[in-house]
């Protein structure tokens, strides 16, 4: 027995180096490839403010697409030759999201070896060049440099959408045409207002720490790199009209593509972050449909109204006085609404990051949404971006709840709290990864937890929340209607018109949106509901004990999660709680029940 003991004490400083060994190994990995990533991807590093590759635009060839998922192979044997039973706690939890996303990664590029998504009115090069030259950083020389790198890289870049849709095209699988008709008009726009729109615009306000000369030099250089560039954008435009537009297909669902019915349910898979097939996931919506709208029916007669939910939601989206009719008005009303969100933030939260958020309008573009969170960085605020094109279309009614998805407690909490959570605790892919079960599925919770900041005393506002919600719930009807049930376009655009009150052309935006990016809107009601039932859980198993500013930071607390990853981590806190017998936790006046 001595002598066994004694071989365990020798043995035991080389058990504990393998064991730190395969820690910092780990770690070595998780950050190269965080670095690799942010190289192949210079649009993304700037968004998050990195900008060591700020003179860079994504290699879009088809050669590049196959380096990157041999590249993607290569990372996910490495990792698997690491031995996992050896890593602990976050490490361990890092170590299996980085490998289920090399995974996803492959899984993906199995379906075809070219961009299946390449470009829709709703996303694409004519929204995405904007979009990055207003993230781009302008005060230095090198800043300078670097977007007259990006501006050359452009031809490039466009070749390399060309080809991914030009394989495509070989394939049968293409854009559906009805989400690609307004893009060619958008690039003529961008390219004719070249000299005047947003890429020029830095060339104007070079500042004057930069020398004279060099001023001189960077707008010579900056306008020949434009000139080339709006020949690049010729080229995509042309291609579009002329070729691709043409071939592209007039059906609408993932499942008239060759292979697309595996392919959505890959994507709804990957959107939802769990098992769900499509079948069930439209299930869930019909239902979630059928509840909130006899909460909505319930609420109507206290706005004062006389008559029934369909006729309300028509005077809803229609009725003048229920619209802003300046856009300063609309920008006022929502920064009163974060303002007071922020103020009242510690009655759902343990944890308030101090990183603040403005709001501000949007740029010009097509098939804008409502709104959007813009995360910020080292040079700048994140923001609240709001459209404030059409106001007849933005009704007060949707502004709170609005403000509460995508600044706060939404978007910009679950944002900035990742961000603060140290290197040593997350490593940087986890600090700023993305998955919409977990991000949209936490706002889309967050809007309901208004009543507790202040919001739906007002019987429009709580109308407001219902409706989004209402939205959220028959995406997944509609989404899956589309992609797996041949829904056409016109009984989609009837279902959300039947049972929401946005205005019609909204409406339609959303369908086409269902239709340009299949299955993405699914995650925001399944992670919803997600978080809500974990909450109920957390209640009923600490019942007085239960504190819901404990909750949340837990929910937050590891950064974003895939949903059955995030219930672990849940049940773990629950059982931690109870293990630590807290007391009851206090209850603040006028908020029980109401999250």
Same mark, same amino acid.
């Given at each position: ?17 393998? =064991? ?5 190994? @780990? +770690? !070595? &990995?998780?950050?190269? #490839?965080? %670095?690799? /990533?942010? *190289? ?31 590249? =993607? ?5 490495? @990792? +698997? !030759? &690491?031995?996992?039973? #050896?890593? %602990?706690? /976050?490490? *361990? ?51 300078? *440099? ?450």
């Amino acid at each position: 027995m001595r002598k066994l003991f004694a071989s365990i004490i020798l043995l035991a400083p080389f058990v504990c180096g393998a =064991a730190d060994t395969t820690t910092e190994s @780990a +770690r !070595r &990995l998780f950050e190269r #490839e965080w %670095q690799w /990533q942010l *190289r192949q991807q210079p649009e993304y590093a700037t968004g998050i403010g990195e900008h060591r590759h700020g003179g860079l635009l994504s290699d879009t060839s088809l050669e590049a697409r196959a380096a990157a998922v041999e590249h =993607a192979r290569k990372v996910l044997d490495e @990792a +698997r !030759r &690491l031995e996992r039973s #050896e890593l %602990q706690g /976050q490490d *361990r939890i890092s170590y299996d999201l980085f490998v289920a996303a090399r995974e996803r990664e492959l899984a993906a590029a199995a379906f075809t070896a070219f961009d299946p998504q390449p470009i829709s009115s709703w996303d694409g090069l004519h929204l995405r060049l904007p979009r990055l030259v207003a993230q781009m950083p302008f005060a230095t020389e090198q800043d300078y *440099r670097n977007y007259l790198g990006r501006l050359n890289a452009l031809p490039a870049h466009v070749d390399g959408l060309i080809e991914q849709m030009r394989a495509g095209m070989r394939a049968g699988w293409t854009v559906p045409k009805v989400v690609l008709i307004p893009v060619p008009e958008a690039l003529r726009r961008l390219r004719e207002d070249i000299a005047a729109g947003p890429l020029f615009a830095p060339l104007q306000r070079i500042p004057a720490a930069i020398e004279a000369e060099v001023r001189e030099d960077l707008v010579d250089g900056g306008i020949s790199a434009l000139a080339n560039a709006a020949v690049a954008l010729y080229r995509l435009e042309d291609f579009l009209r002329a070729a691709y537009l043409p071939a592209a297909r007039d059906t609408i669902g993932a499942s008239s593509l060759p292979g697309g019915a595996a392919w959505y349910a890959f994507l709804v898979q990957s959107s939802t972050t769990t098992g769900l097939s499509p079948a069930q996931v439209h299930a869930i919506g019909l239902k979630e449909v059928a509840r909130i709208r006899a909460e909505m029916a319930a609420l109507v007669p206290r706005t004062g109204f006389r008559g029934g939910l369909d006729r309300f939601l028509v005077f809803a989206r229609s009725d003048r006085r229920l619209f802003f009719a300046q856009p300063d008005a609309l920008l006022g009303r929502y920064r009163k609404a974060l303002a007071r969100a922020k103020a009242r933030l510690p009655k759902i939260v343990g944890t308030v990051p101090t990183a603040e958020i403005t709001v501000k309008p949007m740029q010009d573009g097509i098939a804008q949404p409502v709104a959007y969170y813009e995360a910020g960085s080292d040079e700048r605020s994140a923001a609240l971006v709001v459209n404030l094109t059409q106001l007849g279309t933005r009704p007060i009614w949707q502004v709170d709840s609005v403000a509460l998805h995508e600044g706060l407690p939404g978007h910009h909490l679950q944002v900035a709290r990742a961000q603060i959570l140290s290197e040593t605790a997350l490593p940087a892919f986890r600090r700023h990864a993305w998955f919409d079960a977990f991000g949209e599925g936490w706002a889309t919770y967050a809007e309901g937890l208004g009543a507790q900041l202040g919001f739906f005393d007002d019987p429009f506002s709580r109308f407001g929340q219902l409706n989004e919600e209402m939205l959220r719930a028959a995406r997944l009807v509609v989404d899956t209607g589309i992609h797996a049930q041949g829904w056409s376009r016109k009984e989609a655009i009837d279902y959300l018109n039947a049972h929401t009150a946005n205005p019609p052309q909204d409406n339609e935006a959303e369908v086409d949106r269902y239709i340009a990016r299949p299955a993405q809107a699914l995650g925001y009601k399944i992670g919803q509901l997600r978080i809500a039932l974990l909450r109920d859980r957390a209640r009923a198993a600490l019942g007085g004990r239960f504190d819901l500013r404990r909750f949340h930071d837990a929910v937050l607390g590891n950064g974003a999660l895939p949903l059955d990853l995030l219930q672990r981590q849940v049940e773990a806190w629950i059982l931690s709680e109870k293990e630590a017998g807290r007391p009851a936790a206090p209850r603040a006046k006028g908020t029980a029940g109401q999250e």
